[in-house]
T-cell receptor, first 112, second 112 residues
Framework: DAGITQSPRYKITETGRQVTLMCHQTWSHSYMFWYRQDLGHGLRLIYYSAAADITDKGEVPDGYVVSRSKTENFPLTLESATRSQTSVYFC???????????FGQGTRLTVV | GENVEQHPSTLSVQEGDSAVIKCTYSDSASNYFPWYKQELGKRPQLIIDIRSNVGEKKDQRIAVTLNKTAKHFSLHITETQPEDSAVYFCAASKSYGQNFVFGPGTRLSVLP
C-alpha cells in the first residue's frame, strides 16, 4: 500500500531497554521527520533527514538515535529508554521542502 | 532556531460562529506556514497552507492570513460545525532542509 506507515502501533518497554520505532514511506520523499507528542507540548521535532545518509537534530534529540540508509526508511532508536520518553511518536515525510507533510498513524510508547 | 507560539491554547465557540487562532514565528527567513488538524486519536492532516509571497488564502470556510512584517499568521474558520472540533497546529519552515517546527496547538471545541 502506498503511504507512510509506522510500526509498532503500541509498545510497552522497560526502563533501560533499547527500542526501535520503524517508519516506512512508499513515495520516495526526500524529507522525513520524527516528532513526539505530549500533552501540552504539541509536536516536538526530534530528528529530521533531508535525504538518505543525511540527518540532523531537532528540538529534543537527547536520548534518541536515527539512521537513514535507504530513502524509504527512517528508524528511531531509544538507546536506553526512560520514563520521560513515554509519548506518542509520529513520523512524517515531505517530498520537497515546504510542501505537504504526511504523517504516519503514530506509535504509542510506554516506558515502565 | 525557529520558535512558533500559538494562541489560544483552548477555544470554545458556538456552532455557526467564527474561530480565529493566531501564531507568531521568530525566524524572518521562514517562508512556508501550514496549518494541520488533528482529530482525537488520529494523525495530523494538512488543512491549508500559505507561502510568504501571499498575504491571504481561502478554501471554503477556512482562510489563513500572513503578516510578514509582524511575523504572525492566523487561521480563520467561519460557520463552524461540530466536526471542526479538533486540535489545530500551525507550523513554520524555511526552504532549505531546516526544521519544520510546530506551535503547541489549539484545542477547538464547537458547541451545538
Amino acid at each position: 500500500d502506498a503511504g507512510i506507515t509506522q510500526s509498532p502501533r503500541y509498545k510497552i518497554t522497560e526502563t533501560g531497554r533499547q527500542v526501535t520505532l520503524m517508519c516506512h514511506q512508499t513515495w520516495s520523499h526526500s524529507y522525513m521527520f520524527w516528532y513526539r507528542q505530549d500533552l501540552g507540548h504539541g509536536l516536538r521535532l526530534i530528528y529530521y533527514s533531508a535525504a538518505a545518509d543525511i540527518t540532523d537534530k531537532g528540538e529534543v534529540p537527547d536520548g534518541y538515535v536515527v539512521s537513514r540508509s535507504k530513502t524509504e526508511n527512517f528508524p528511531l532508536t531509544l538507546e536506553s529508554a526512560t520514563r520521560s520518553q513515554t509519548s506518542v511518536y509520529f513520523c512524517a515525510s515531505m517530498g520537497q521542502m515546504n510542501t505537504e507533510a504526511f504523517f504516519g498513524q503514530g506509535t504509542r510508547l510506554t516506558v515502565v | 532556531g525557529e520558535n512558533v507560539e500559538q494562541h489560544p491554547s483552548t477555544l470554545s465557540v458556538q456552532e455557526g460562529d467564527s474561530a480565529v487562532i493566531k501564531c507568531t514565528y521568530s525566524d524572518s527567513a521562514s517562508n512556508y506556514f501550514p496549518w494541520y488538524k488533528q482529530e482525537l486519536g488520529k494523525r495530523p492532516q494538512l488543512i491549508i497552507d500559505i507561502r510568504s509571497n501571499v498575504g491571504e488564502k481561502k478554501d471554503q470556510r477556512i482562510a489563513v492570513t500572513l503578516n510578514k512584517t509582524a511575523k504572525h499568521f492566523s487561521l480563520h474558520i467561519t460557520e463552524t460545525q461540530p466536526e471542526d472540533s479538533a486540535v489545530y497546529f500551525c507550523a513554520a519552515s524555511k526552504s532549505y532542509g531546516q526544521n519544520f517546527v510546530f506551535g503547541p496547538g489549539t484545542r477547538l471545541s464547537v458547541l451545538p
